[in-house]
């Protein structure tokens, strides 16, 4: 079955610091998409960026970068020049072609920007 | 602004109460999606519609009843709900085309309290 693992509950990053966000996955299926999504304290759900499993060059936009390792299964999520509005829950997610519409998330990590 | 429309934002009902949720999307995506999130955990799926048919649930009680009018309006009917009930209910849609790279698109929430 697949599974998503984000090792990091909780991180600290210094305001205008670069920040690495851990996510590895399971998964049987070749095709495959992963995703990271970023959660306020306000609750709204925001998509950040898109990996697919056959995507050559790993994804990048704006100050997000996701650094896929297809042969680890990880797909970590860079965060550069932190700033105070990045304090927010961040959720790893994947759907397959078994299912697409069947996305499953990671359990989180909470990140904290300090001043 | 988040441009899937949740409401009510809050929502408060006794255990013999019946309300519904409301979720509205007019991005022309055909794939609507449910959630259900506890406080400190990812989201769980718990419907999903593709061109206003149910393709999946995930094995939800029968208390909980989606409904989709038409490609814009998702709904959830609630009935009955015991305490354990109580979370933030995520409405999401998403692209039917290409939907192995469409990020779904969330609304903010309605948080449900059940007493």
């Not at chain 1, 759900?45 to 650094?67: C, H, P, V, W």
């Not at chain 1, 797909?75 to 550069?80: G, K, P, Q, Y």
Request: proline share 6%; glycine share 6%; net charge positive.
């Amino acid at each position: 079955a697949q599974k998503i693992t984000q090792t990091q509950p909780g991180m600290f990053v210094q305001e205008k610091e670069a920040v690495t966000l851990d996510c590895t996955y399971d998964t049987s299926d070749p095709s495959y998409g992963l995703f990271w999504y970023k959660q306020p304290s306000s609750g709204e759900m925001i998509f950040l960026i898109y990996q697919g499993s056959y995507d050559q060059q790993n994804a990048t936009e704006g100050r997000y970068s996701l650094n896929f390792q297809k042969a680890r299964k990880s797909a970590n999520l860079v965060i550069s020049a932190s700033q105070l509005g990045d304090s927010a829950m961040y959720f790893c997610a994947m759907n397959m072609k078994t299912s697409y519409d069947k996305v499953i998330f990671g359990p989180g990590t909470s990140l904290s920007v300090i001043p | 602004d988040t441009e899937v429309t949740q409401t009510p934002k809050h929502l408060v009902m006794g255990m013999t109460n019946k309300k519904s949720l409301k979720c509205e999307q007019h991005m022309g995506h055909r794939a609507m999606y449910w959630y259900k999130q506890k406080a400190k955990k990812p989201p769980e799926l718990m419907f999903v519609y593709s061109y206003e048919k149910l393709s999946i649930n995930e094995s939800v009680p029968s208390r909980f009843s989606p409904e989709c009018p038409n490609s814009s309006l998702l709904n959830l009917h609630l009935h009955a709900l015991q305490p354990e009930d109580s979370a933030l209910y995520l409405c999401a849609s998403s692209q039917a085309l290409m939907r192995e790279r469409s990020p779904l698109h969330f609304g903010n929430g309605t948080r449900l309290t059940v007493t």
